[in-house]
């Protein structure tokens, strides 16, 4: 494929720029480039290889818990696996991962040929991915000068003092504030660039009020990450003050205070929550829409429910404080709180409803995904309700039932709807579709595994076992339930595997897709799959929020009715 | 006093179920979650204690609404995929395009927020019923004390110091006995966690919570530590034991005295207060006064020891003594490389601690 600047293209100019072929070449053009859509791919990339190192984690965790005290791992390793896996999965697999698909998305999706700042867009991406490299570099260099290399130990959620000099000697905590810090400087470099080029860059005709609803979320998620990710950074900064510079913030021996870094974390921790979930609800509305053949349902209240959850989510953080002693009246204002987030989202699931409903449904893979996730999800929300029940979460807060209801949003509904996403624009990424006999087994696989493992952790909940302990007595019952969850844990692993198959099988012998193999209605799937550097040779206008439908009923457009 | 605490946890029954569901049949519920259980239960849907009783019959309420909307949404959603899959000659038009509903979108906003309210209200009894109830006047005080990774009780009124078994005494509705909990750290964050008798409360340096129990049965409860505190979290286990009231007052009354100076251990105790144990133990009457490993005054005498780990046997205080990373590798209590006389004496002298 010939390589050439946007630039160059859209004005017209010959193509002097051509470099001999060759590995160095194409390492250069990739390291180099500032296309909005390279950068969307190593996103994607770089969050799957972090995909496959924190699953491992994960795998190396269930094999340990699987019976009462067993020795497979030490403690020491086991408090550093479940916190690479939580800070690894968050911060350097959620969030690149979906920056990538934004990346890639939402150009093409409003008409435009680029970001709005691609050079800003290229350095957002290299600092994050520093940061995830520098988080695993501390294994090796986490001790530093004191002996074997070490990773940090403190749990994704770090809480003080722990992570005071006292308690954590060595750089392992140096290393996890770092990578934590400079993914952060990524995260609002891109979602600024998101939000300017959804702002100023949109097609002729395209109004704010047309615009495709993945783009409207990808802004209101980028609106959270500015208000959340500073306080992030500024709490590990003040990290970093208490352990280099003598600072007392968190330092409880000499009168800082424990609760702060609660707060400065949730404040981030919950809304992030948000910044992953939105996403999956963008990718959803995209994709039930399509194999249901019916517009969106209620698309002023799906726009209208993501900026509610959006403000209501920055006022919820203390749900995952109601056991340290807030009292009674913070804990009531929290529970309220946390539940009215349930009215967007419930608003969001009978849109989608009411969008399949009256539908002729394809179940292509991109929408068996789409429908696992609306059961897991709903299973989420219902879970999450109980846990807002603040005396219900002195029980539950802290348990595996925590783990369980998280993981069942984070793979449940967010995991699931990046698969649909991959299964969906993987045709217009490469040009080929992915196989949908292995994308059926991957499907099926995966709702066994994750069934397996994620229903059945709910009970070691019930039944009195905290979350982060490295091994368990052998008399609390709890022992044949981590067994199920282990066994579960195989069948996800092998489904994720098959997946990895098929985008590499498919990006060769894949069949040959064609701009439009879904028959959609969006403005990505009117240029060539994939799209040339420049996206579009002519940028279009629209008139409605489905230009291509407009396209393909000019008897009947959508225009007439918005 | 008795009836005033049954009475209002009956209260707050009825008004969290809506006077719907009777104790009576609630109480089958643990009864089926039990087989699920080894000989000592955690199963928080088995509460042997007002708040654990408060929380769980909020919990079937809340359960029961979420189980009601998950069959209705749940069915509503199986029945749209089935009814409306794209059948052979489908593919050749478009079903009719719907845009939204108004009145239909409203209805799914309104209802929501109902069920949210009657949600907070109920939530809101509980939490004022569990952390704003009055505290008796006989009510007994502990303090509990986090450490990386064992818990310290001192009970103020009565003198006693003791470490990772809490005795308490039973609360029967004749005799109520509630046992009030004032909690810090002294180190990194904790959470106390009994199940069946109450929710869990951190334990945070810097700052105090209390909270509070009243176990309806004699007997031994179990629990462990729920917030994440280091390398050893997880054998940071909890151990209370409601005794009966006569129970209670022999316990008292043994904790009380002065330890055991048993002229058959001297050469242990010898070796104890030469050694680097007095750094961090205590033995009353004694010059071993540390405070940072637990109170040894009476260890002979608990069921087990490394904070519920291991059985409190000859063999097994000897070998933590040897070394407690055979047992809690992690642990703060360094492997004290006595020689085998030593060690067999200083373990002899730990086991007359009675």
């Known amino acids: ?487 579960g844990a195989i069948f996800q692993t092998i489904s994720v595997l098959v997946f990895v198959y098929n985008l590499v099988r498919s990006y060769y012998k894949g069949e040959i897709a064609g701009p439009d193999p879904w028959d959609a209605w969006t403005l990505e799937w009117s240029t060539s799959s994939p799209p040339p550097s420049y996206n579009f040779a002519e940028l279009p206008t629209v008139s409605s929020r489905r230009p291509l439908w407009d396209l393909k009923h000019p008897d009947d457009p959508d225009s007439n009715y918005e | 006093m008795g009836s005033m605490w049954a009475g209002r946890f009956t209260a707050t029954w009825n008004r969290a179920t809506g006077g719907r569901l009777k104790p009576s049949r609630a109480v089958k519920i643990p009864a089926l979650l039990a087989i699920w259980s080894g000989p000592y239960s955690t199963n928080i849907f088995a509460p042997k204690g007002t708040p654990a009783q408060s929380i769980f019959g909020l919990s079937v309420f809340v359960l029961g609404i979420c189980l009601a909307i998950f069959l209705i949404v749940g069915g509503l959603l199986t029945f749209a995929v089935i009814r409306y899959r794209s059948r052979p000659g489908d593919e050749d038009s478009e079903p009719p395009q719907i845009y939204g509903s108004n009145l239909v979108e409203l209805s799914w906003t309104v209802i929501p927020i109902l069920i949210i309210v009657v949600l907070f209200l109920a939530s809101t009894r509980i939490i004022f019923v569990t952390q704003k109830a009055a505290k008796p006047a006989n009510a007994l005080d502990v303090v509990v004390i986090g450490h990386q990774y064992w818990w310290e009780y001192r009970y103020p009124k009565l003198g006693i110091v003791t470490a990772n078994e809490l005795h308490v005494p039973v609360s029967d509705p004749e005799h109520p006995q509630v046992t009030y909990l004032t909690m810090s750290s002294a180190d990194t964050d904790h959470s106390f966690w009994v199940p069946e008798l109450a929710g869990k409360t951190d334990l945070i340096p810097n700052k105090v919570n209390t909270m509070w129990i009243d176990p309806t049965r004699a007997g031994l409860y179990l629990g462990q530590c729920a917030q994440y505190c280091g390398v050893q979290h997880a054998k940071m286990l909890i151990r209370v034991y409601a005794d009966t009231p006569e129970q209670f007052s022999a316990w008292v009354a043994d904790q009380q005295k002065v330890a055991l100076q048993a002229p058959s251990a001297a050469e242990g105790r010898e070796v104890f207060l030469h050694n680097a144990c007095v750094n961090c133990h205590s033995v009353s009457g004694t010059d071993a006064k540390g405070i940072f490993g637990p109170d040894l005054s009476h260890v002979g005498g608990r069921a087990t020891i490394a904070s519920g780990a291991v059985q409190n046997t000859p063999e097994n205080l000897r070998a933590f003594i040897n070394n407690p990373a055979d047992f809690k590798p992690g642990a703060l209590m360094p492997a004290m490389h006595l020689n085998d006389h030593d060690l067999n004496a200083v373990t002899q002298y730990l086991s007359t601690l009675k």
């Open chain 1, 1 to 487: 494929m010939a390589t050439h600047t946007s630039a160059a293209a859209v004005a017209g100019l010959p193509q002097t720029m051509r470099r001999p072929g060759g590995v160095l070449s194409v390492v250069q053009e990739w390291v180099t480039t500032v296309d909005h859509k390279k950068i969307g791919l190593m996103y994607i990339g770089y969050a799957l290889i972090f995909l496959v190192i924190a699953g491992a984690e994960a795998l190396l965790m269930r094999v340990q818990l699987a019976v009462p005290n067993n020795h497979f791992v030490s403690p020491q390793v086991f408090n550093r696996l479940f916190t690479m896996h939580g800070t690894t999965m968050v911060f350097f697999v959620g969030m690149p991962i979906l920056f990538g698909f934004g990346n890639y998305l939402v150009p093409l999706m409003i008409g435009a040929r680029d970001m709005a700042f691609p050079r800003l867009n290229s350095f957002s991406f290299w600092i994050s991915a520093f940061g995830g490299v520098l988080l695993y570099f501390s294994y090796f260099a986490g001790s530093g000068l004191y002996g074997a290399g070490t990773a940090p130990d403190v749990g994704w959620f770090a809480y003080a003092p722990l992570t005071s000099k006292v308690f954590s000697p060595g750089h392992s905590t140096d290393y996890w504030t770092l990578s934590v810090l400079l993914s952060g400087v990524g995260s609002i470099g891109t979602a600024l660039n998101i939000v300017a080029t959804a702002l100023t860059m949109r097609c002729k005709g395209m109004k704010l009020s047309r615009m495709p609803l993945l783009v409207w979320i990808y802004v209101v998620m980028s609106g959270i990450a500015f208000v959340a990710v500073s306080p992030l950074t500024a709490a590990q900064i003040m990290l970093v003050i208490d352990r280099y510079l003598g600072g007392h913030f968190f330092d409880t021996q000499a009168g800082g205070s424990a609760v702060l870094w609660m707060h400065f974390f949730w404040i981030f921790g919950h809304p992030e929550v948000y910044i992953l979930v939105l996403p999956a609800f963008g990718f959803a509305n995209e994709i039930i829409p399509v194999f249901s053949r019916k517009a969106i349902f209620g698309y002023p209240a799906m726009v209208a429910a993501s900026v509610g959850i959006a403000f209501v989510s920055l006022g919820v953080w203390a749900h995952h404080m109601f056991t340290v002693g807030m009292g009674p009246d913070a804990n009531a204002f929290f529970t309220f709180s946390t539940m009215v987030v349930a009215v967007p989202t419930g608003i969001k699931i009978f849109n989608w409803l009411a969008t399949i409903w009256g539908g002729n449904i394809r179940f292509a893979t991109p929408m068996i995904f789409s429908i696992g996730f609306l059961f897991q999800f709903l299973i989420a929300g219902l879970t999450g309700v109980m846990l807002a029940v603040s005396p219900f979460d002195w029980q539950l807060g802290n348990s595996y039932f925590v783990v369980a209801h998280f993981h069942y949003v984070l793979v449940g509904a967010i995991l699931f709807m990046i698969f649909a996403a991959f299964y969906y624009w993987y045709p217009k990424i490469t040009g080929r579709m992915l196989s949908e006999k292995l994308g059926k087994w991957h499907f099926w696989l995966l709702v066994f595994g994750f069934h397996m493992t994620f229903d059945f952790m709910h009970v070691p909940g019930l039944l009195g076992m905290p979350r982060r302990v490295y091994t368990y007595e052998a008399d609390r019952g709890w022992g044949d339930w981590n067994m199920i969850v282990s066994i």
